[in-house]
């Protein structure tokens, strides 16, 4: 078992979860992604949807969250979400996708955790630490930190 999380961790681009993920003309590393709070969540008031920006420098620390909240996801106006998506890439101006090694964070927005948390193994001495897409927990990094993998 490690003694604490990594300090990166890679994200290979591909064409699914991690399809935004590269670098900016200036050198910066960028991921954007869609964020949500699980519709079952205890508290969640039927979930809420996300569009976020992490920038972060070449070495990787987080520089800026962008970070747009659409409500419930019941209730979400698609075609706002897309043209927030979108512009939010526009913002980036030219890119190279591809991939990026990014140190964990969370921020606060919106009364929500999000970020590319650490999370401590469990007191079993066969859980590892892991680092996961918040909220939503819908990207998971393990050891080795550089695979440039995750589970879904």
């Known amino acids: 078992m490690l003694d604490g999380p990594p300090d990166l961790i890679a994200i290979d681009h591909d064409e699914s979860t991690a399809r935004h993920v590269g670098r900016t003309a200036d050198g910066r590393q960028f991921f954007l992604t869609n964020p949500f709070v699980p519709t079952n969540e205890p508290g969640a008031d039927g979930g809420g949807e996300f569009v976020a920006l992490y920038l972060f420098d070449p070495a990787g620390k987080l520089l800026e969250a962008r970070i747009d909240a659409f409500g419930p996801s019941a209730t979400v106006d698609e075609a706002e979400w897309r043209r927030v998506y979108e512009e939010r890439l526009?913002?980036?101006?030219?890119?190279?996708?591809?991939?990026?090694?990014?140190?964990?964070?969370?921020?606060?927005?919106?009364?929500?955790?999000?970020?590319?948390?650490?999370?401590?193994?469990?007191?079993?001495?066969?859980?590892?630490?892991?680092?996961?897409?918040?909220?939503?927990?819908?990207?998971?990094?393990?050891?080795?930190?550089?695979?440039?993998?995750?589970?879904?």
């Open 90 to 152: 526009r913002e980036l101006g030219d890119v190279a996708l591809g991939r990026i090694e990014v140190a964990p964070f969370a921020i606060e927005r919106f009364g929500v955790e999000f970020g590319l948390v650490p999370r401590e193994p469990e007191e079993d001495e066969d859980d590892v630490w892991a680092v996961e897409a918040q909220p939503g927990n819908y990207m998971a990094f393990f050891e080795p930190w550089d695979s440039g993998d995750y589970d879904t």
